[in-house]
């Protein structure tokens, strides 16, 4: 297993340690002294040695090159970062799920590996896996694995529901991602188990969420605050600080990835929060969204137009950035707007509130004046 990945990274490139979030930048030179090291099978050169044991406490001096460092060719993007949406199903039935109609559908394993190629040859760095509920699909370790081996680093978003079965919590801790972004939907059984309509969720979770944390995983808790758990969101905040662990909340209620409004009866209103005006994403640019069938979008709301991965390889991602200007365009009733200049929603979330109906003041300036 490598210690370290050598990426090449925009203008530079950057060597990272799997599970870290921590990253050194070098140059060119250095980038080329690292991959002649592996190539040659020579030591590992001492300065990327000193600098390993500042970073991360690695002692490498003496070890060969090859086989402790993975160097990554560049992709012919500028992509660096990806989702991926193993599936759309869920053990949960959360009342403010975007997904609206969870099935349980996608690439078999040979198409998953297919796909974690393919982003890798596009130069992929940091991955992020998804649902649904990752933790679920019965491809998952296998598919995490082998995104590893491909010298992706990992962040997996989960609802923490199997962290308490061993093998779940065995692989993590074997290969730690560089972040578990884990959704709290409740801080006592009654309101949690309510909200997710799983009964036991709550137990289940919070053995899971406490076993992670004792294994030393680097937990991020998404607090997601909704009418039904907004008097428990103090106790959600305490939760997190007694773990010693980072948390964010989340209140802004999105409407399902059709364009209809189920979720939204969801929102807690005094928990709302007024985005920061948007001032252009890197969607489509520098990033990409995969569903669960291999289709490449610019992120998981601009869902259409796609391309299709597994069929046309990294080649498809050519007419991404043309997608994602296409997308950004304001038509409709935002077309010609005076106050888009300070809009705080991308044209695709607008979209989707728009196709659902949702009150205009949730998401537009028109609707609080």
Not at 8 to 26: H, Q, W
Not at 183 to 188: D, E, F, I, R
Not at 206 to 214: F, M, Q, R
Not at 224 to 230: D, F, G, Q
Request: with cysteine.
């Amino acid at each position: 297993m490598h210690a370290l990945i050598a990426a090449p990274f925009g203008a530079t490139n950057v060597i990272l340690r799997p599970g870290s979030p921590k990253a050194i930048k070098v140059g060119a030179a250095r980038f080329a002294q690292i991959r002649a090291a592996v190539t040659e099978n020579a030591l590992i050169p001492g300065w990327l040695a000193d600098a390993a044991d500042t970073q991360w406490g690695l002692a490498l001096h003496g070890h060969a090159a090859n086989g402790s460092i993975l160097v990554r060719s560049p992709g012919p993007y500028h992509i660096s970062r990806a989702t991926y949406e193993v599936n759309l199903g869920c053990d949960y039935d959360c009342v403010m799920c975007y997904l609206g109609e969870k099935r349980f559908e996608g690439l078999d394993m040979a198409g998953k590996r297919r796909l974690l190629e393919v982003m890798a040859e596009a130069g992929v760095i940091w991955l992020q896996m998804t649902g649904g509920e990752p933790l679920i699909d019965p491809d998952f370790p296998e598919a995490y694995r082998y995104a590893h081996e491909l010298g992706m680093q990992l962040e997996v978003l989960s609802n923490g529901s199997r962290l308490h079965k061993d093998h779940i919590l065995e692989l993590l801790v074997e290969l730690p991602p560089s972040k578990l972004s884990l959704s709290v939907y409740g801080a006592t059984s009654g309101t949690y188990d309510a909200v997710t309509r799983n009964r036991g969720a709550f137990d289940r979770f919070a053995t899971g969420l406490e076993k992670a944390v004792s294994a030393g995983l680097n937990i991020d808790l998404s607090l997601i605050i909704t009418r039904e758990n907004a008097h428990e969101a103090p106790a959600m905040r305490a939760w997190a600080q007694e773990l010693g662990v980072a948390s964010r909340e989340y209140a802004n209620i999105s409407p399902t990835i059709h364009g209809t409004a189920e979720p939204l009866p969801s929102q807690s209103p005094e928990y709302l929060t007024q985005r920061a005006p948007f001032r252009g994403c890197p969607a489509g640019h520098t990033f990409f969204h995969a569903d669960p069938f291999g289709r490449a979008s610019i992120c998981k709301v601009g869902r259409e137009p796609n391309i299709d991965l597994v069929a046309e390889g990294v080649e498809g991602l050519a007419r991404l950035g043309e997608i994602a200007d296409s997308l950004m365009l304001r038509t409709g009733g935002c077309s010609g707007c005076k106050l888009s200049g300070t809009c705080r929603v991308c044209r695709p979330m607008a979209k989707i509130l728009q196709e659902a109906k949702a009150p205009l003041n949730t998401y537009c300036q028109h609707g609080t004046r």
